[in-house]
């Protein structure tokens, strides 16, 4: 079966930092393409970033919006990708979801960008 | 950027209904697109990939059509566990998703 779960979020202060983490299960990770998906309070989707596998030099992909804020990165020595998001701002309040190849999904974890 | 348009943004029918959603690309997208439900308090889940791939596991009341910039979402015979919203998502050019459209119960 197919898991994917994320964790580190919470609520931080604008301009903080903070590292999510997803770790999965039930598939190859070292051969997917993974993401990074947020989910406004409005609902709206919005596609964050992308790292390829190893065969494609794990190439990195990011909405222009959030380049040289947010960094994803892998460890395939354990299943998991990461999103380091610093300088925070009260618009990045949202859930947060890993997806593999967008087909599967996490569960979300969610971030709060509050004084 | 490719922007997607949903339409309607709600949508209200009947158990049993045919059911239209439709999705609309700002440029041609070449059916790089999939179809997503989301209940309440879950994660997106794919239903159809590539405009008209049933994702494993999805009852085949579902079904995905289109090309260019135009694209459908049909349930043919609405069951009230549909009852989600649904989101298309583009892949031809950067990845955009549309607003959604929520799909209630009559």
């Known amino acids: 079966e197919v898991q994917l779960v994320e964790t580190g979020g919470g609520l931080v202060q604008p301009g903080n930092s903070l590292k999510l983490s997803c770790a999965t299960s039930g598939f190859t990770f070292s051969t997917a393409w993974m993401n990074w998906i947020r989910q406004t309070p409005g609902k709206r989707l919005e596609w964050l970033a992308q790292?390829?596998?190893?065969?494609?030099?794990?190439?990195?992909s990011y909405l222009e919006s959030v380049k040289g804020r947010f960094t994803i990165s892998r460890d395939d020595s354990k299943s998991s990708v990461y999103l380091q998001m610093n300088n925070l701002k009260e618009e990045d309040t949202a859930i947060y979801y890993c997806?593999?190849?967008?087909?599967?999904w996490g569960q979300g974890t969610l971030v709060t960008v509050s004084s | 950027d490719i922007q997607m348009t949903q339409s309607p943004s709600v949508l209200s029918a009947s158990v049993g209904d045919r059911v239209t959603l439709s999705c609309k690309a700002s440029q041609n997208i070449n059916k790089n697109l999939d179809w997503y439900q989301q209940k309440l308090g879950e994660a997106p889940k794919l239903l159809i990939y590539?405009?008209?791939n049933l994702q494993t596991g999805i009852p085949s009341r579902f079904s995905g059509s289109g090309s260019g910039t135009d694209y459908t979402l049909t349930i043919s015979s609405l069951q009230p566990e549909d009852v989600a919203t649904y989101f298309c998502?583009?892949?031809?050019?950067?990845?955009?998703f549309g607003a959604g459209t929520k799909l209630e119960l009559k």
């Open positions: 997806t593999c190849a967008f087909a599967y």
């Open positions: 998502f583009q892949y031809n050019s950067g990845y955009t």
């Open positions: 590539f405009t008209n």
């Open positions: 790292i390829e596998d190893k065969s494609n030099n794990y190439f990195i």
